[in-house]
């Protein structure tokens, strides 16, 4: 009967890398030129930003499952926005705070008291970006942006009928595993993490970012000093590098999609890439179905609990549910995990074009 569901399981993810894959590099491609564009309009002179942009979605890492997806870019600071320079807090609202070292000259990264103003700074940012995306031209294209509470959006519409949409996300890079209150110690981690971690630290390469805006602002006096602290670009490259794990995520996101979790549940992606990093050292031995079916029973535990754990950062929630929410969604995964799994992978495999290029 498992290799019933193992095959079933490799069909669906054969359509998805003919089907959709495909269209997904296409965009992805026209996202990289566009950003190369951007990146050559930014002005330029004493406006007293260093920015540089890194592609940071789940269509860069092979976890994309919807041939309409979103690209995320990450505008990344440079000098002097480095961890060096800063010392962090840990808020009483549970995120953080980013107070300079000492003080650095620069008229445009205004600070509240010695602390980074992560309001004014994510307006600076995003209106250099806009002046940058207003001078590009793309043929048979039209383009529109918005400001959004933590992005800008842009938009490309082309004369084909294709869109292709980015989220531009101004943020803070630390590179080294530390330095963050609350964080979790590296010996915690899973040891296959830990590896990629060690390697991550020696190249200097990202590993957390400081994202110049907090869920539920308006709630807090300090609003415009609060930082939201993410390991994204840490977990899609670390799934990416382990090809099995990879699958077992694309599996359980083509299945929240043909269930439509997102619309009745609140579901986002990110739910089962934590859930796959935090129990990566017993899900990287299981196979395909396995691991497909062990990643859904984890998410089960902590939809039952009502929430979402963080993990990486003690004490913090990513999200919570209303408990008749988090009931009824606990009762649809275990009808899945309790025996179920035919009828699941059935699902998809039946309703594959629908939900993969949906819009």
Not at 19 to 26: A, F, G, I, L, Q
Not at 132 to 145: E, F
Not at 189 to 209: E, G, H, Q, V
Not at 291 to 319: M, N, Q, S
Request: aromatic share 12%; hydrophobic share 40%.
């Amino acid at each position: 009967m498992m290799d019933d569901f193992s095959n079933i399981a490799r069909s669906i993810l054969g359509r998805l890398n003919r089907e959709v894959v495909p269209k997904v590099e296409k965009n992805g491609q026209r996202a990289a030129q566009f950003i190369e564009k951007v990146e050559a309009a930014l002005p330029r002179g004493p406006f007293g930003y260093s920015i540089s942009f890194i592609h940071c979605g789940s269509a860069y890492e092979g976890l994309a499952v919807k041939a309409n997806t979103d690209f995320d870019i990450v505008v990344m600071l440079n000098a002097p926005f480095e961890s060096e320079n800063f010392s962090v807090r840990r808020d009483p609202s549970g995120f953080f705070t980013l107070e300079w070292k000492s003080h650095i000259p620069n008229q445009l990264a205004s600070d509240c008291n010695g602390f980074l103003d992560a309001s004014k700074l994510r307006q600076d940012l995003f209106s250099i970006i806009g002046r940058g995306i207003q001078k590009v031209c793309i043929p048979n294209a039209k383009i529109k942006y918005r400001e959004q509470l933590v992005a800008l959006t842009v938009e490309i519409a082309y004369a084909t009928g294709d869109i292709v949409m980015m989220d531009f996300v101004p943020q803070i890079v630390f590179r080294t595993w530390g330095q963050c209150p609350d964080l979790r110690p590296l010996h915690e981690l899973p040891k296959c993490l830990r590896a990629y971690i060690d390697t991550l630290n020696k190249n200097k390469s990202p590993i957390m970012f400081f994202s110049l805006k907090v869920p539920d602002a308006h709630k807090y006096p300090n609003s415009d000093q609060l930082f939201n602290v993410s390991f994204g670009l840490l977990e899609k490259k670390f799934l990416a590098s382990n090809v099995q794990l990879l699958d077992m995520v694309r599996l359980v996101k083509l299945t929240a999609h043909a269930r439509n979790w997102k619309k009745q549940y609140k579901f986002q992606s990110m739910f089962v890439k934590r859930i796959a990093v935090k129990y990566s050292d017993s899900l990287k031995d299981k196979t395909l179905v396995e691991g497909y079916k062990a990643i859904l029973c984890y998410l089960a535990e902590e939809v039952k609990r009502g929430f979402i754990d963080d993990y990486f950062i003690k004490g913090k929630e990513i999200y919570r549910w209303e408990p008749r929410v988090a009931s009824n969604f606990h009762r649809e995964i275990a009808h899945i995990t309790e025996g179920n799994f035919i009828e699941a992978l059935l699902l998809l495999e039946k309703n594959f074009t629908e939900f993969a290029f949906s819009k």
